[in-house]
């Protein structure tokens, strides 16, 4: 993929306009036209995916969900162990984006993987429980993210591991040892997501530390593709769902 490529995904993000009497309907609008040059303009955008995948353990023929998961392109970063899992469920809104992830599962001939329709806030594997639940990039665009996490939460077994890495802005005075964050990017990476539907949130994280026993927290900041001297603050976050709670 190139400059082409790259000029129609920024034309999707920035000027078509995202149509759609439901959030459904608005995530396609939005996916459908970009769904074959997401993956590349993607990678160097959405960091932190990739050293996320690969911290979490891998358990043996366990559950997988990746919510909000678009093409499985995350997936890719379970290549080297995904035989181990039982089934690894992609699930989504956009069929674009989903068609893109089964044609990426069959010519990787991975029959555990599969691309399912649903909706984060309420989908449940078919096994009843799940052994991980990621959230990459996804978090931030459901529109009911605290009910999206707590159907996480709800789905994993005792012990479970969710993994969430996103966009977002920080609290003014944040607990000590997260990065505290100055009043420009507190203000100004809302209203410039925001446009695309992409909700930057200073209450995830707490939302995520107060749910689950904190594995590892990672916050930094990456260069915007075509926007030069600017970071944005992004954070991986892996957490477990406690043995006592069923």
Known sequence: MGF???????????FKP?????????????????AGAYDDFRRR????????????????????????????????????????????YVVDLSESLLKVA???FEERDWSNAQ??????????????????????????MIPDWFAAIENAKAMLKPGGVIGVVDFYVGRKFPPDGMDKQGWLARSMWQPWFATDNVFLSPDHLPFLRHHFEQVQLEEHRNR??????VKAPYYWFIGQKLQSED
């Open 224 to 229: 915007m593709p075509y926007v030069p001297l």
């Open 115 to 140: 691309a399912i329709v649903g909706d984060a806030t309420t989908w449940r594997p078919p096994e009843g429980q799940a052994d991980v639940v990621t959230f990459s990039y996804s978090l931030t």
């Open 45 to 88: 955008l959405l960091k932190g995916r990739e050293e996320l995948y690969s911290s979490i353990p891998k358990p043996d023929q366990g559950v997988w969900v990746d919510m909000g998961g678009g093409t499985g392109a995350n997936i890719e970063n379970l290549a080297g162990d995904i035989d181990r899992l039982k089934q690894v």
């Open 18 to 34: 995202v149509r759609g009497d439901d959030h459904a309907a608005r995530m396609e609008s939005f996916y459908g036209g970009q």
């Open 102 to 104: 089964s044609d990426r």
């Open 4 to 14: 082409l490529a790259d000029m129609k995904v920024l034309y999707h993000m920035l």
